[in-house]
């Protein structure tokens, strides 16, 4: 059973910083590509960021248009944590973060992720 928990969400004006964790258990992190989608009010889930899997040090990275140059994903496999680092926040960045894991390939589509978390609340005020 692989389980995913994301934490670092919360309240930032426009501007600011978060940087959202994701711990995962269950399997070799190492293994696992990691995404991170999110959903704002009223609208469907979104890519956001995926990095991909590897044993080594080189990973390669994706990111949505609409957050390029301002969140980096990364990831330690030796602590089993993907993050997201949202730098330059804006209102329009508002909504529940979920990060996501499926084991090997490389995906930007929400349908080709086979893990969940329960999602964290990132709120940019105006």
């Known amino acids: 059973q692989v389980q995913l928990v994301e934490s670092g969400g919360g309240l930032v004006q426009a501007g600011g910083s978060l940087r959202l964790s994701c711990a995962v258990s269950g399997r070799p992190f190492s293994t696992y590509t990691m995404g991170w989608f999110r959903q704002a009010p009223g609208k469907e889930r979104e890519f956001v960021a995926a990095?991909?899997?590897?044993?080594?040090?080189?990973?390669?990275?994706y990111y949505a248009d609409s957050v390029k140059g301002r969140f980096t994903i990364s990831r330690e496999n030796a602590k089993n944590t993907a993050y997201l680092q949202m730098n330059s926040l804006r209102p329009e960045d508002t909504a529940v973060y979920y990060c996501?894991?499926?084991?090997?390939?490389?995906?930007?589509?929400?349908?080709?992720?086979?893990?969940w978390g329960q999602g964290t609340q990132v709120t940019v005020s105006s």
């Open positions: 990095i991909s899997w590897s044993r080594g040090s080189t990973f390669l990275s």
């Open positions: 996501a894991a499926v084991l090997g390939k490389m995906a930007r589509t929400q349908e080709a992720y086979d893990y």
